[in-house]
């Protein structure tokens, strides 16, 4: 492919330099969505299946300029529209644990390669569980940043309020190495926030230092036994350790996943506007007029999946439904930032499992309905712009496969987040 031959180029072009750059050498996926110049970026979708990046995401470029190489990009559901990755238009990504079983998504592909050994790390997105899920389905280490810490330039918009850069890797320490390269502020992303602290870990953090709750409302009923008595588990291990580990209620975010999937659809509807057929991206050859361009483009480009939720935001955004449902939404989104602020008071993070379940079987969730409930762990610190991990603390009883412990931290503590996640790491191994 022309990635990897730029790929080759690149390391040819690297041997030929003095060793130069904290990651000189070392290979590196990139979700699709995220462009890397020279290459076809295709968000794993048909409309953008003939799309040349004309440049370079801002992340990615940050990643190369210390000596790192791409070689590939990663697949993904179409546009970051699902949860298993079964929603790409080109193939299905299968779990290295059980290849009947669903990597986990949006970033199933990246979660996948870092399992496999293929790279030690993949920068990806994060919309509201697009790199927690997987990586906990995977029994990889996964980072979703504070909003606006890592630039979104040359990342393909999903929901403009949530979508984050971040990366999965295979321990904390590389997590906080890459996160550290790519954050900081760009002028090109008017998002972005200023750099307060590297991110890099050093020493080793004292217990006693934090203090912790798990979310009393993530496990309650709808959450599958093995999950959580491997979560319960490792909260035990982490108290005997010497961690204080309490629990506390944010009975707000039961409504998290209903504000979540009105929000969204309504941000995808404007994001996706812009592919018509005329500018870039694919254009029909069935057309006879300026409108046969527009919706024949857009029907034969776009899959099932964005189409439901392109129609669901054009609803809810709609003459006489904004009020009843996208204001309402934006209104439970602000309670929940107050609650999570409140918590945030007494706590340095938060735990709770990342998903209700272990990865499925392929053709488990063809109902909509059913994969969107899969996300009712990971959207509400999306909402709030929070930064939360996935972090590898143990193998189902059951399925066999990992469960990943969410750490949640107050915006701004991505530090902290990664800081508590190696200490999670340390003890529960």
């Known amino acids: 492919s022309e990635t990897f031959e730029l790929a080759r180029e690149r390391a040819k072009l690297l041997d030929s330099q003095e060793p130069n750059g904290q990651l ?21 979708s048909n409309i953008l299946g003939n799309f040349e990046a004309p440049y370079t995401a801002t992340a990615i470029k940050k990643i190369e300029d210390e000596g790192a190489i791409c070689i590939a990009k990663a697949n993904m559901d179409s546009f970051g529209h699902g949860s298993s990755t079964e929603n790409s238009d080109f193939t299905k990504t299968l779990n ?10 949006s970033s ?3 979660a996948s390669s870092v399992a496999l050994g293929i790279v030690p790390f993949s920068i990806c997105t994060d919309t509201g569980g697009s790199i927690r899920q997987p990586a906990s389905f995977t029994g990889t280490y996964g980072l979703k940043p504070s909003y606006g810490r890592v630039s979104r330039n040359g990342a393909i918009a999903m929901t403009s309020s949530t979508d984050t850069v971040g990366a999965i ?3 904390v320490k590389d997590l906080a190495e890459v996160m550290d390269i790519i954050s900081g502020q760009d002028p090109k992303d008017s998002t972005s926030i200023v750099k ?7 020493s080793a953090e004292d217990k006693n230092n934090y203090k912790v709750a798990y979310i009393k409302e993530l496990l309650a009923d709808g959450v599958d036994q093995e999950v959580r008595e491997t979560i319960n588990q490792a909260i035990a291990k982490l108290r005997k350790s010497g961690i204080v580990v309490e629990e506390v209620s944010i009975p707000e975010i039961d409504y998290a996943l209903a504000a979540y999937y009105i929000i969204v659809p309504a941000e995808i509807s404007s994001n996706l506007a812009r592919y018509d057929g005329i500018r870039y991206g694919h254009s029909t050859n069935e057309a006879v007029k300026l ?14 999946e964005n189409k439901r939720r392109i129609l669901i935001g054009t609803y809810v955004l709609s003459s006489g439904y904004y009020d009843a449902y996208y204001k ?26 990342v998903a209700p379940t272990t990865a499925f079987k392929f053709g488990d969730s063809e109902d909509p309905i059913k994969m969107y409930l899969g996300d009712i762990m990971t959207v509400a610190p999306s909402l709030v712009g ?3 991990s996935s972090i590898p603390v143990g193998i189902g009883e059951k399925s066999k496969m990992p469960v990943g412990l969410q750490i949640i931290g107050k915006h701004g503590d991505d530090k902290k987040v990664l800081e508590i996640g190696r200490l999670v790491e340390e003890v529960v191994k």
Do not use: C, W
């Open 96 to 105: 290295p644990h059980d290849k009947e079983r669903v990597p986990g998504g």
């Open 291 to 304: 409108s046969d361009t527009y919706n024949k483009s857009r029907m034969e480009g776009f899959n099932a």
């Open 328 to 353: 309402k939404a934006q209104q439970v989104r602000t309670l929940l930032i107050g609650a999570f602020n409140k918590a945030f008071q007494k706590y340095d993070a938060l735990l709770g499992p």
């Open 169 to 171: 890797a295979s321990n």
């Open 386 to 388: 929070s930064p939360a």
């Open 24 to 44: 000189y050498g070392i290979p590196f996926i990139a979700k699709d969505t995220l462009l890397v110049k020279g290459t076809v970026t295709t968000a794993a």
């Open 108 to 110: 199933g592909g990246s």
């Open 196 to 202: 307060d602290e590297s991110l890099t870990l050093d």
